[in-house]
């Protein structure tokens, strides 16, 4: 349907969210418990100055705008909350979503949208959904007290981060456009008594949904099975129309998709080195998107147990490679959560097993394929295992490393294509022994395959990518943003819409961390401050 009440004519809205759940009956704006409701209504809070940083155009054209429309002041204004996407302008222009969650392995109670606001769903011209959100355009009644803002730092990294994953090609929510407010936010960054302020911004996300795994638990903890049965009924009927069956059968064939999902998702996040830095409940999506870009980061020399989030550095619970287990506790409270509504709890195993089938199968698949092996085997673990305990030890960057294996001359495998990889030269020489044994053992496992040596460059390079958004680039791109210059994540932007290509142009991108960034606040550490 073409919409009559939208600031933008030629937009396809079929708003089922807002249309099939039922709402808080309560308007006021303030913070409280809302029960037996899927969200609330809110108003955006108006901001003194919009302007349009960034706008992905590509993404616009598809959602139904046109390069003029997005050029306008009325666009700026219904994406940074000054004018309601949906007509008339009022307290019902936006809602607040109710959710909970579990936080760091604690039960955290009801959580919400608490400076996410909704805005619409549009059909978009390739005829999918997508369901448009700001953040940080002020307080909703989930808010707990806080100002529902968010800092250009933080917005700009979500922006960047998100479309970059996109070009990755790993499965994620988008950004539509970052737009700066025009007022100071107040922060203290880590949390260390020194708040400070900040340029405000806000950011509108794209996804078919953003239901999470806390959408389900809330409704669970409190024993409402009647919210709890309509959240999984409009999951499964708008975003997994594909399914069929009913009763047990069907929630079972839900999960296990939801499962496979989440567990490709682990796979893509080790396989680009993506720590997502805060993988609560309520930050994993029900489509197996990456979601909520808060302090995440990408590991530049390979550690396993490296995290971004301060708040998480004594327990490490969500570093690099604890992320798929954590996913599977995840799932274990989403599928506990669903068993008040199943006559065959036994039937709720299947999903976890599916999990850990599917990322088992994933992991070797895709390690494999990294190393340009045609048909991964489960003994070809031996091989990564090893290399990852050299890449650790030696301080090796994992991007650059894997980039440029491909080079690597199976009949006489010499290690000089991999000598920029290592951040600290008296680490590669203590390592050289091991480095000279581990390419032999990988060029002979090589040897076997019937291939031409361009062929595996080829797809070596497909999945290792030359680029990663990484920590003190996007960085720089915040200190120069926040000078009135944007030139450099403009570049990032263009630089991220092709990852696996050379681009010599942009070849500085591509080296490894300075020594400047190694301890240097956001391009080491993050907090949830922002």
Same mark, same amino acid.
């Given at each position: 349907?073409v919409?009559?009440?939208?600031?933008?004519?030629?937009?396809?809205?079929?708003?089922?969210?807002t249309r099939e759940l039922?709402?808080?009956?309560e308007?006021?704006?303030?913070?409280r418990?809302?029960?037996?409701?899927?969200?609330?209504?809110?108003?955006?809070?108006?901001?003194?100055?919009?302007?349009l940083l960034a706008?992905? &155009?590509? #993404?616009?054209?598809?959602? /139904?705008f046109?390069?003029t429309?997005? %050029?306008?002041? +009325?666009?700026? $204004?219904?994406?940074?909350?000054?004018r309601a996407?949906?007509?008339?302008?009022?307290?019902?222009s936006?809602?607040?979503?109710?959710?909970?969650?579990h936080?760091f392995g604690?039960?955290?109670?009801?959580?919400?949208?608490?400076?996410? &606001?909704? #805005?619409a769903?549009?059909? /978009?011209?390739?005829g999918?959904?997508? %369901?448009?959100? +700001?953040?940080g $355009?002020g307080p909703?009644?989930?808010?707990r007290?806080?100002?529902?803002?968010?800092?250009?730092?933080?917005?700009?990294?979500?922006?960047?981060?998100s479309?970059?994953?996109h070009?990755?090609?790993?499965?994620?929510?988008?950004?539509l456009?970052?737009?700066?407010?025009?007022?100071?936010?107040?922060?203290d960054?880590?949390?260390?008594g020194d708040?400070? $302020?900040e340029?405000?911004?806000?950011?509108?996300?794209?996804?078919?949904?953003?239901?999470?795994?806390?959408?389900?638990?809330l409704?669970?903890?409190?024993?409402?099975?009647?919210?709890?049965?309509?959240w999984?009924?409009?999951?499964?009927?708008?975003?997994?129309?594909?399914?069929?069956g009913?009763?047990?059968?069907?929630?079972?064939?839900?999960?296990?998709?939801?499962?496979?999902?989440?567990?490709?998702?682990?796979?893509?996040?080790?396989?680009?080195?993506?720590?997502?830095?805060?993988?609560?409940?309520?930050?994993?999506?029900?489509?197996?998107?990456?979601i909520?870009?808060?302090?995440?980061g990408?590991?530049?020399s390979?550690?396993?147990?490296?995290?971004?989030?301060?708040?998480?550095?004594?327990?490490?619970?969500?570093?690099?490679a604890?992320?798929?287990?954590?996913?599977?506790w995840?799932?274990?409270?989403?599928?506990?959560?669903?068993?008040?509504?199943?006559?065959?709890?036994?039937a709720?195993?299947?999903?976890?097993?599916?999990?850990?089938?599917?990322?088992?199968?994933?992991?070797?698949?895709m390690?494999?394929?990294?190393?340009?092996?045609l048909?991964p085997?489960?003994?070809?673990?031996t091989?990564?295992?090893?290399?990852?305990?050299?890449?650790?030890?030696?301080?090796?960057?994992?991007?650059i490393?894997?980039?440029?294996?491909a080079?690597?001359?199976?009949?006489?495998?010499?290690?000089?294509?991999?000598?920029?990889?290592?951040?600290?030269p008296?680490?590669l020489a203590?390592?050289?022994v091991?480095?000279n044994?581990?390419?032999?053992?990988?060029?002979?496992?090589?040897?076997?395959q019937?291939?031409?040596?361009d062929?595996?460059v080829?797809?070596?390079?497909?999945?290792?990518?030359r680029y990663v958004?990484?920590?003190?680039l996007?960085?720089?791109?915040?200190?120069?943003a926040?000078?009135?210059?944007?030139?450099?994540?403009h570049?990032?932007?263009t630089?991220?819409?092709?990852?696996?290509?050379?681009?010599p142009e942009?070849?500085?991108?591509a080296?490894r961390?300075?020594?400047?960034?190694?301890?240097?606040?956001?391009?080491?550490?993050?907090?949830?401050?922002?």
């Amino acid at each position: 349907m073409v919409s009559k009440n939208s600031a933008f004519a030629g937009l396809h809205l079929d708003c089922r969210f807002t249309r099939e759940l039922p709402a808080d009956p309560e308007l006021s704006n303030q913070p409280r418990q809302v029960h037996g409701s899927a969200y609330s209504w809110v108003a955006p809070t108006k901001v003194s100055e919009p302007k349009l940083l960034a706008c992905n &155009l590509e #993404l616009a054209q598809t959602l /139904g705008f046109s390069a003029t429309e997005v %050029e306008s002041p +009325l666009f700026s $204004a219904v994406f940074s909350g000054n004018r309601a996407l949906l007509e008339p302008d009022g307290e019902r222009s936006a809602y607040a979503v109710c959710y909970g969650g579990h936080q760091f392995g604690h039960w955290a109670g009801q959580l919400g949208d608490g400076r996410a &606001l909704g #805005l619409a769903e549009v059909i /978009g011209l390739d005829g999918a959904r997508y %369901e448009l959100q +700001l953040k940080g $355009a002020g307080p909703t009644p989930y808010s707990r007290h806080a100002d529902g803002r968010a800092v250009l730092r933080s917005s700009l990294r979500e922006y960047l981060c998100s479309e970059a994953m996109h070009g990755l090609g790993v499965p994620t929510t988008r950004a539509l456009s970052l737009i700066s407010s025009g007022d100071a936010v107040v922060r203290d960054m880590f949390y260390s008594g020194d708040p400070r $302020a900040e340029p405000g911004a806000i950011v509108c996300r794209v996804a078919p949904s953003f239901i999470r795994f806390g959408n389900f638990e809330l409704a669970a903890a409190r024993g409402d099975l009647v919210l709890l049965d309509q959240w999984v009924a409009f999951t499964i009927s708008r975003d997994f129309p594909h399914l069929t069956g009913a009763g047990d059968e069907l929630r079972v064939s839900w999960l296990v998709e939801v499962a496979e999902r989440t567990a490709d998702l682990m796979v893509h996040w080790l396989r680009v080195g993506f720590v997502h830095g805060v993988m609560n409940t309520d930050n994993l999506s029900i489509l197996g998107l990456t979601i909520d870009y808060g302090p995440y980061g990408w590991l530049d020399s390979f550690d396993p147990n490296w995290t971004p989030n301060t708040t998480d550095a004594e327990g490490r619970r969500y570093a690099y490679a604890k992320q798929p287990q954590v996913a599977y506790w995840n799932l274990n409270r989403l599928v506990a959560a669903i068993a008040p509504l199943m006559a065959d709890k036994a039937a709720l195993e299947v999903p976890l097993k599916a999990y850990v089938a599917r990322f088992n199968h994933g992991y070797v698949q895709m390690l494999g394929a990294k190393l340009g092996i045609l048909e991964p085997q489960p003994d070809d673990l031996t091989l990564s295992s090893e290399l990852h305990e050299l890449l650790h030890s030696a301080e090796v960057d994992m991007t650059i490393f894997y980039r440029q294996l491909a080079m690597i001359n199976c009949d006489a495998p010499l290690p000089e294509p991999l000598f920029d990889a290592f951040y600290s030269p008296d680490l590669l020489a203590k390592h050289a022994v091991t480095l000279n044994a581990w390419l032999e053992k990988y060029a002979l496992r090589l040897r076997g395959q019937a291939e031409v040596s361009d062929t595996r460059v080829q797809r070596m390079q497909a999945i290792n990518p030359r680029y990663v958004p990484r920590n003190y680039l996007a960085q720089q791109a915040i200190d120069a943003a926040e000078r009135g210059d944007l030139r450099e994540l403009h570049t990032l932007l263009t630089l991220f819409k092709r990852p696996y290509d050379e681009q010599p142009e942009f070849a500085r991108y591509a080296l490894r961390r300075p020594d400047w960034a190694r301890e240097r606040a956001g391009c080491s550490s993050l907090s949830c401050s922002s």
